[in-house]
């Protein structure tokens, strides 16, 4: 924008993002990033792969462990670093600028903008549940322009004030999360449901598929509906007292998710036989009518439950997309200020005091991943006589064939869990470099907590690489972070100090 201002590359003193969150609005980005689209629809994957309520079960709370650890190791490194970025700043000052850099390329290019594509994916998905698509335009174009049209509404409410962003993930949370414990409390209401309904516990005897490759399958899903944990630590510049609110939102929000998920996954169950939930997993995504919380619904209020959920489903994929909004472009304005990327994207808008371009960046890419993923439903991959080589054309025929929603979560869970770790790796580093750092938070059960979040990383991404259904998605995100290398050479500003801003006296 021609009205934006940027401090110069040889100011001594930084741009700066006011602090305006308070621990409410920061508790409400961890839930309210975290539960999208992924509640709704990955329960009838997991019971897909695994039909057995134990195996379900401990999907989930393996996950939940999982991302609880990750969830505690950022917290310290939030606390003890409360400037805009999270993973970005945390990587800069453990293993330097080029690291951090690839980070943050990967947020843009892989997981934050795919995780928004992602969502508006789903949130299109119900929105044409709701809003049928009209005969001229087609379903899958329809649903693009829905997701499109949605990115693009959270970017200008995030543009034009912090505040009204975090206003909105308040109330966007409230609503949401009431909405999904009413959905739990529906069958007692009601008085549907059946005990007998939770067999299996134990695997089936005619259960013959491959566990743990079926269990890593569960869990690249169950993961993405936990993804999100970390969306606070890039706002700890803006957030009061981060020293204190950070840790209280990760931890109090990790371990209010992982009870809501099993209690709702408890329901799906309860209400739904086994083989019913399981022949939800539709990967065509035609009918949305067949998800598993449309199929709960309809059992419980009729025809009118597809509507109801399909409402709920888009308020909560709504409120998701406006915490990444509100998220992500704080790294591509750390990295920014850092000299890493061109000044034009550490741009503080002068009346809304937000990072304007790095906002409207994020989107812009997003909505091309949306455009990106319809292109390749909708046009039939070649004839087998082509130029291309035979894998590009299987994996084209592939991807082909499933929804918009699945092809991009794949895309986006490498990018991000590869991330992660080395995120999370962090912190065993800082304990050295920096041991007398003020740290207000320090990792419960420090080293065992970070290590366990290393080592179900690598498995997770051993998996992806190894599966046929993940490992095309995978390449294709590893691919493009590997892109980063050069980029960091050609966009780098020589000469521009790293920044380093003191936590405030409340920290």
Not at 26 to 29: D, E, I, M, P
Not at 298 to 301: E, M, T
């Given at each position: 924008m021609s009205t934006e201002t940027a401090a110069p590359p040889s100011s001594p003193q930084p741009v700066v993002l006011p602090r305006v969150l308070g621990p409410l609005a920061?508790?409400?980005?961890v839930v309210g990033s975290v539960i999208g689209s992924g509640i709704f629809i990955v329960p009838a994957r997991v019971a897909h792969e695994l039909p057995f309520l134990g195996g379900i079960f401990a999907i989930w709370i393996v996950a939940g462990a999982f991302t609880t650890a990750g969830a505690l190791t950022l917290a310290e490194l939030g606390a003890m670093i409360p400037q805009a970025g999270g993973p970005y700043v945390y990587l800069r000052e453990a293993y330097g600028k080029l690291p951090a850099f690839l980070f943050g390329w990967s947020e843009l290019t892989v997981s934050r903008a795919g995780s928004m594509a992602t969502l508006a994916a789903a949130f299109a998905r119900y929105f044409s549940q709701v809003f049928p698509a009209p005969e001229a335009i087609g379903t899958a174009a329809w649903q693009a322009i829905a997701a499109s049209s949605a990115i693009a509404i959270v970017t200008v409410i995030n543009v034009?004030?912090?505040?009204?962003?975090g206003g909105l993930q308040v109330v966007g949370t409230g609503l949401k999360v009431g909405g999904v414990l009413t959905l739990i409390a529906l069958p007692f209401a009601l008085g549907g449901g059946s005990a007998a309904n939770l067999a299996p516990w134990l695997v089936p005897a005619d259960y013959h598929g491959d566990l743990f490759s079926a269990a890593m399958v569960a869990m690249v899903g169950v993961l993405w509906a936990y993804d999100g944990w970390m969306n606070v630590t890039p706002l700890a510049e803006e957030i009061r007292d981060p020293g204190r609110n950070i840790p209280r939102a990760m931890v109090l929000g990790m371990s209010s998710l992982v009870a809501i998920y099993l209690a709702m996954t408890l329901a799906y169950h309860y209400v739904l036989p086994m083989d019913v939930v399981a022949a939800a997993h539709d990967a065509s995504g035609a009918n949305i009518g067949n998800a598993v919380a449309a199929v709960y619904c309809?059992?419980?209020?009729g025809a009118k439950g597809v509507l109801a959920i399909s409402a709920l489903v888009m308020c909560s994929t709504f409120i998701s997309l406006n915490g990444n909004a509100l998220t992500g472009p704080r790294s591509y304005f750390a990295m920014a200020r850092d000299g890493l990327l061109p000044a034009w994207f550490d741009r503080v808008h002068p009346r809304f005091q937000t990072p304007s371009n790095a906002i409207i960046s994020q989107a812009v890419w997003?909505?091309?991943?949306t455009v990106l993923g319809t292109v390749l439903i909708l046009v039939p991959p070649p004839a087998s006589a082509t130029w291309l080589p035979g894998f590009v054309r299987s994996a084209w025929t592939t991807l082909n064939q499933k929804h918009l929603y699945d092809i991009l979560l794949d895309y986006v869970m490498f990018g991000a869990t590869t991330f992660y770790m080395l995120a999370i790796t962090s912190v065993f580093v800082l304990r050295r470099t920096r041991p007398d750092a003020v740290r207000p938070y320090r990792t419960w059960g420090y080293p065992f907590t970070p290590?366990?979040?290393?080592?179900?990383?690598l498995l997770l991404l051993g998996s992806m690489l190894a599966s046929a259904e993940t490992r095309m998605q995978a390449i294709g995100g590893g691919v493009l972070i590997l892109l980063g290398v050069p980029a960091y050479y050609l966009l780098r500003r020589e000469g521009t100090p790293t920044t380093t801003i003191e936590p405030p006296t409340d920290a």
């Open positions: 920061a508790l409400c980005v034009l004030g912090t505040k009204g962003g309809k059992a419980l209020l997003a909505i091309s991943l290590l366990l979040f290393v080592a179900a990383s």
